[in-house]
């Protein structure tokens, strides 16, 4: 074990044998040009074009038209929120899930030991893309009184139900066809479409919530632990406040005064929905900010920012991953309810609207509020599941145990 | 970028490499010389954080390290040893002192020659378990100073590391692994392989192997000490376990209660310590010798505390051989006895309540407090401190008779009164200096300082 340096000696870096610590010339190293790495400048490029797409939409075009006339596509604000959001997943969840791929299969390996949970994931996954990709193609269901209360297909109801029935008429009844597989609405709207569109608002308002949630509640946790003192007492006092703020009645008030919106349910519980995830972050990096290789971190030489980013931020994870899967069917589950009470967004087709529109023909026609009910529960409860797997899958606890 | 003549050539590799391949003698000059380093930590109090107090758990040390030399910095938990090393290359402010590193004062160093300056001395930590990102790949962990200090270049790290696994005997593949796949020896390998990154002058280790089973703590000190002479480093190395100590170090500093007592050469501080403190430290050491039933170097009572240290001599309420006063005669072990009794008495720990009611448990005739007899209340209280009755010395025993009749008769601060102007010992007083003695090394003790002769306690210390 005992090594020769002479070995490796001087040799310097154009000898082509292997660089050892020895040869790295710091002078040269503090002289050169900080380099980014390719990975950065990818990601710093990502959210330039973000942004330049952002201000090219309110800026410089003209107002009224579309974002991009010749494809026919407006982008509003909920879609920028939403494009942000799934950019930000890309950058900080999928890239570096990617890189450490050791770790990757580990935790996989640890999530696959629960079946429900990989049930749900791809159930979520489907709800996903089918809600992303479908309202790109399928008409936003329309108003269409002749078409009301058809059945879905393989039902059958009594022949005088819907005005006009679009399926087979036997035995006196009127069957569903493939035409509206889930059959239609009181006003004729077409309960898949509507479901699909149900699925993108659900995941716009679970996931763009959690974006907004999950950066503020870290940034601030974060950083109320690492420093200390009056930024940590400032920041947990304001949390202390924003805690006792009744949202709910905020959002009723902008209703009142602007109308229902998605866009502002979504900001309004993003922005005042973190403290108790902030909270969380804190206790876990005080905790973190005591271990030694913080201090090994500062022996190197680390500023501040890396600590945090690199050490703090990353061994919080769990937690506030775990206590996000829980946040998000809570936030859709709130939406649903908003909008079933009507405080909802009037313009857009969520699941919360559809169950209110059935819900006084619940007699005659059942299908209308159960069918966006079963996907409004069994999204809640994957996400539960989900929930549930991960943090048994990042217990730090089990991490020991090895391979 | 910064205007420090000299150091260009010191960081060159073949220059610098060549320079310590001196040795240890080669160099007269110190590469580190610490000064009156002091670290206190203030106790506040109420909302506006008033200081009420410090904690001084590093109070005005000395001490200097030669370039390729081992200097260990010994001492019980609690003395300010990990507080010195932290303190020193200001991973904590110090309070107080000057640190030279290289001719340079370092706590004089703005933010950026300090980044530089971890360049030049590296630290390896306690607790292999905390002391890596459980989310941090082994060769992230290891590469981090040179990320940290601007090496952008990835694969250019990604060679240094695997050399560096190499070296310190584990292998390239495990750049890959996480912490919780590696055991605390490997753990501790990979934590001299990330000091060793920076290619540091100097590396200072914080108990490097006191949370390693004993068999692999040895191939962790015969690792260091390889990579010392391979790298001429200098290294710290601060530790409890006198048994590491004597193994890797050439010279030694005893610390008690923030202070260091002792100062020499490993070999002589061992074979001749000076300082009562290290000598009762020596004697604790355990033998394999079934007849050796230990020395009767005990030390009594606890550390005191660093927030309220004791006056002159820190280590007097302790020490074996605290100076008798004079126009008594004691025998050594029984002056001990009196001043740890003196002791409780200024602390206010005495409980004579407490005795008399030990005493009714233990002889029936007795029912309450009342009626047990001041002369047996008396002859228990010397009992819990060993003290013989009556003391060789009759006019020693007649005034520590009148300081126990006053305690028994609640007059307690006429016994401390009584006890403190007749027994008084130049100890609790002066505080002794750091003060070369006969056997080679510097020690702070007025029995060197008065020119005292040692006790006959340690006679049967050095026997051994």
């Given at each position: 074990m005992s090594v020769d340096t002479d070995t490796h000696g001087s040799t310097g870096t154009e000898t082509g044998s292997q660089e050892t610590f020895e040869d790295v010339d710091w002078e040269r190293v503090d002289d050169a040009r900080r380099s980014l790495s390719l990975k950065a400048v990818l990601i710093a490029s990502i959210y330039i074009v973000f942004t330049a797409g952002v201000i090219y939409d309110y800026v410089i075009k003209t107002p009224g038209t579309?974002?991009?006339?010749?494809?026919?596509?407006?982008?509003?604000?909920?879609?920028?929120?939403?494009?942000?959001?799934?950019?930000?997943?890309?950058?900080?969840?999928?890239?570096?899930?990617?890189?450490?791929?050791r770790m990757t299969k580990y935790y996989w390996r640890q999530f696959r030991k629960n079946k429900a949970a990989v049930v749900s994931l791809i159930y979520l996954g489907v709800i996903f893309v089918i809600g992303s990709i479908g309202p790109r193609f399928l008409d936003r269901p329309a108003v269409e009184p002749s078409n009301a209360y058809q059945p879905p297909v393989f039902m059958s109801v009594e022949e005088w139900m819907p005005v006009e029935c679009a399926g087979e008429v036997s035995g006196g009844r009127c069957h569903g066809t493939w035409a509206h597989p889930l059959g239609t609405t009181h006003e004729g709207k077409d309960i898949l479409v509507s479901v699909i569109y149900g699925m993108e608002v659900s995941m716009q308002v679970g996931l763009i919530a959690a974006m907004i949630t999950i950066t503020i509640a870290a940034i601030v946790g974060v950083s109320a632990a690492y420093f200390g003192g009056w930024i940590d007492a400032v920041l947990m006092r304001y949390v202390d406040i924003q805690i006792t703020f009744p949202t709910f009645f905020l959002y009723l008030m902008i209703v009142y005064l602007y109308g229902g919106s998605l866009f502002s349910m979504i900001v309004i519980f993003g922005l005042l929905g973190w403290g108790g995830i902030a909270r969380i972050v804190r206790s876990e990096a005080l905790q973190r900010r005591e271990e030694e290789y913080v201090l090994a971190a500062k022996n190197a030489g680390a500023s501040s920012f890396w600590t945090m980013r690199r050490h703090l931020l990353p061994n919080v994870s769990n937690s506030v991953i775990t206590a996000v899967t829980l946040l998000i069917p809570g936030l859709i589950l709130f939406e649903a309810s908003l909008a079933f009470l009507g405080l909802g967004d009037p313009t857009v087709p969520s699941w919360g609207e559809v169950i209110a529109s059935g819900r006084d023909d619940l007699e005659y026609a059942w299908w209308i509020s159960t069918i966006p009910g079963v996907f409004l529960f069994f999204t809640i409860l994957a996400f539960n599941f989900i929930g549930d797997a991960l943090r048994d899958a990042l217990d730090p606890r089990s991490e020991g145990s090895g391979e | 970028m910064m205007d420090r003549s000299g150091?260009?050539?010191?960081?060159?590799?073949?220059?610098?490499?060549?320079?310590?391949?001196?040795?240890?003698?080669?160099?007269?000059?110190?590469?580190?010389?610490?000064?009156?380093?002091?670290?206190?930590?203030?106790?506040?109090?109420?909302?506006?954080?008033?200081?009420?107090?410090?904690?001084?758990?590093?109070?005005?040390?000395?001490f200097d390290v030669y370039p390729g030399e081992t200097v260990g910095i010994v001492g019980e938990s609690g003395c300010g040893k990990s507080t010195a090393a932290s303190s020193l290359i200001r991973l904590?402010?110090?309070?107080?002192?000057?640190?030279?590193?290289?001719?340079?004062?370092?706590?004089?160093?703005?933010?950026?020659?300090?980044?530089?300056?971890?360049?030049?001395?590296?630290?390896?930590?306690?607790?292999?378990?905390?002391?890596?990102?459980p989310r941090m790949s082994i060769g992230d962990a290891i590469a981090e100073p040179l990320t940290v200090q601007g090496l952008t270049d990835k694969p250019r790290r990604n060679e240094i590391v695997a050399d560096l696994l190499e070296r310190v005997g584990l292998s390239e593949s495990d750049a890959d692994r996480y912490p919780h796949e590696l055991s605390g020896g490997q753990k501790q390998r990979v934590g001299l392989a990330r000091a060793l990154s920076m290619n540091p002058d100097m590396i200072i280790a914080d108990e490097p192997v006191s949370a390693l089973d004993v068999s692999i703590q040895s191939e962790i000190l015969a690792l260091m000490n390889d990579l010392q002479k391979n790298f001429g480093l200098s290294i710290l190395i601060i530790s409890h376990n006198l048994a590491v100590i004597r193994q890797i170090c050439d010279r030694v500093a005893v610390m008690y209660l923030g202070e260091v007592v002792e100062l020499g050469r490993t070999d002589e501080v061992f074979a001749n310590p000076q300082h009562p403190y290290t000598r009762a430290l020596l004697a604790s050491i355990p033998t394999a010798d079934p007849t050796d039933r230990g020395m009767g170097v005990e030390l009594t009572g606890d550390v005191p505390s660093p927030s309220n240290p004791p006056s002159g001599c820190r280590f007097h309420t302790r020490c074996p051989e605290v100076i008798q006063p004079e126009g008594y005669e004691f025998d050594q072990q029984t002056w001990r006895r009196?001043?740890?009794?003196?002791?409780?008495?200024?602390?206010?720990?005495?409980?004579?309540?407490?005795?008399?009611?030990?005493l009714i448990t233990e002889v029936d005739e007795y029912e309450t407090t009342e009626e047990v007899t001041t002369a047996e209340t008396k002859a228990r209280l010397r009992d819990e401190f060993d003290i013989p009755k009556p003391l060789s010395d009759p006019q020693a025993e007649a005034v520590l008779e009148s300081a126990i009749e006053n305690i028994v008769t609640d007059n307690e601060d006429d016994a401390r009164d009584l006890l403190a102007t007749e027994f008084a010992t130049p100890c609790e007083?002066?505080?002794?200096?750091?003060?070369?003695?006969?056997?080679?090394?510097?020690?702070?003790?007025?029995?060197?300082?008065?020119?005292?002769?040692?006790?006959?306690?340690?006679q049967t210390v050095r026997s051994d």
């Amino acid at each position: 074990m005992s090594v020769d340096t002479d070995t490796h000696g001087s040799t310097g870096t154009e000898t082509g044998s292997q660089e050892t610590f020895e040869d790295v010339d710091w002078e040269r190293v503090d002289d050169a040009r900080r380099s980014l790495s390719l990975k950065a400048v990818l990601i710093a490029s990502i959210y330039i074009v973000f942004t330049a797409g952002v201000i090219y939409d309110y800026v410089i075009k003209t107002p009224g038209t579309d974002t991009i006339g010749t494809l026919g596509v407006n982008l509003q604000a909920l879609d920028w929120l939403y494009i942000l959001t799934l950019l930000s997943i890309l950058c900080f969840v999928v890239v570096p899930l990617y890189e450490n791929k050791r770790m990757t299969k580990y935790y996989w390996r640890q999530f696959r030991k629960n079946k429900a949970a990989v049930v749900s994931l791809i159930y979520l996954g489907v709800i996903f893309v089918i809600g992303s990709i479908g309202p790109r193609f399928l008409d936003r269901p329309a108003v269409e009184p002749s078409n009301a209360y058809q059945p879905p297909v393989f039902m059958s109801v009594e022949e005088w139900m819907p005005v006009e029935c679009a399926g087979e008429v036997s035995g006196g009844r009127c069957h569903g066809t493939w035409a509206h597989p889930l059959g239609t609405t009181h006003e004729g709207k077409d309960i898949l479409v509507s479901v699909i569109y149900g699925m993108e608002v659900s995941m716009q308002v679970g996931l763009i919530a959690a974006m907004i949630t999950i950066t503020i509640a870290a940034i601030v946790g974060v950083s109320a632990a690492y420093f200390g003192g009056w930024i940590d007492a400032v920041l947990m006092r304001y949390v202390d406040i924003q805690i006792t703020f009744p949202t709910f009645f905020l959002y009723l008030m902008i209703v009142y005064l602007y109308g229902g919106s998605l866009f502002s349910m979504i900001v309004i519980f993003g922005l005042l929905g973190w403290g108790g995830i902030a909270r969380i972050v804190r206790s876990e990096a005080l905790q973190r900010r005591e271990e030694e290789y913080v201090l090994a971190a500062k022996n190197a030489g680390a500023s501040s920012f890396w600590t945090m980013r690199r050490h703090l931020l990353p061994n919080v994870s769990n937690s506030v991953i775990t206590a996000v899967t829980l946040l998000i069917p809570g936030l859709i589950l709130f939406e649903a309810s908003l909008a079933f009470l009507g405080l909802g967004d009037p313009t857009v087709p969520s699941w919360g609207e559809v169950i209110a529109s059935g819900r006084d023909d619940l007699e005659y026609a059942w299908w209308i509020s159960t069918i966006p009910g079963v996907f409004l529960f069994f999204t809640i409860l994957a996400f539960n599941f989900i929930g549930d797997a991960l943090r048994d899958a990042l217990d730090p606890r089990s991490e020991g145990s090895g391979e | 970028m910064m205007d420090r003549s000299g150091r260009t050539e010191v960081i060159t590799v073949s220059n610098r490499s060549a320079g310590r391949r001196r040795g240890n003698t080669g160099s007269d000059e110190p590469l580190l010389s610490v000064r009156n380093l002091k670290k206190h930590y203030p106790i506040t109090e109420g909302i506006l954080s008033k200081e009420v107090g410090r904690v001084r758990a590093v109070d005005g040390i000395d001490f200097d390290v030669y370039p390729g030399e081992t200097v260990g910095i010994v001492g019980e938990s609690g003395c300010g040893k990990s507080t010195a090393a932290s303190s020193l290359i200001r991973l904590e402010e110090p309070t107080e002192g000057t640190v030279r590193f290289d001719g340079e004062d370092i706590t004089e160093y703005d933010s950026g020659e300090m980044k530089a300056f971890r360049r030049r001395v590296q630290m390896i930590f306690q607790d292999p378990e905390s002391s890596f990102d459980p989310r941090m790949s082994i060769g992230d962990a290891i590469a981090e100073p040179l990320t940290v200090q601007g090496l952008t270049d990835k694969p250019r790290r990604n060679e240094i590391v695997a050399d560096l696994l190499e070296r310190v005997g584990l292998s390239e593949s495990d750049a890959d692994r996480y912490p919780h796949e590696l055991s605390g020896g490997q753990k501790q390998r990979v934590g001299l392989a990330r000091a060793l990154s920076m290619n540091p002058d100097m590396i200072i280790a914080d108990e490097p192997v006191s949370a390693l089973d004993v068999s692999i703590q040895s191939e962790i000190l015969a690792l260091m000490n390889d990579l010392q002479k391979n790298f001429g480093l200098s290294i710290l190395i601060i530790s409890h376990n006198l048994a590491v100590i004597r193994q890797i170090c050439d010279r030694v500093a005893v610390m008690y209660l923030g202070e260091v007592v002792e100062l020499g050469r490993t070999d002589e501080v061992f074979a001749n310590p000076q300082h009562p403190y290290t000598r009762a430290l020596l004697a604790s050491i355990p033998t394999a010798d079934p007849t050796d039933r230990g020395m009767g170097v005990e030390l009594t009572g606890d550390v005191p505390s660093p927030s309220n240290p004791p006056s002159g001599c820190r280590f007097h309420t302790r020490c074996p051989e605290v100076i008798q006063p004079e126009g008594y005669e004691f025998d050594q072990q029984t002056w001990r006895r009196v001043m740890d009794l003196r002791q409780k008495l200024d602390d206010s720990a005495l409980n004579v309540e407490a005795i008399r009611e030990m005493l009714i448990t233990e002889v029936d005739e007795y029912e309450t407090t009342e009626e047990v007899t001041t002369a047996e209340t008396k002859a228990r209280l010397r009992d819990e401190f060993d003290i013989p009755k009556p003391l060789s010395d009759p006019q020693a025993e007649a005034v520590l008779e009148s300081a126990i009749e006053n305690i028994v008769t609640d007059n307690e601060d006429d016994a401390r009164d009584l006890l403190a102007t007749e027994f008084a010992t130049p100890c609790e007083t002066q505080s002794p200096a750091l003060e070369e003695t006969d056997a080679g090394q510097t020690a702070s003790c007025l029995r060197i300082e008065n020119e005292l002769p040692p006790t006959e306690l340690d006679q049967t210390v050095r026997s051994d």
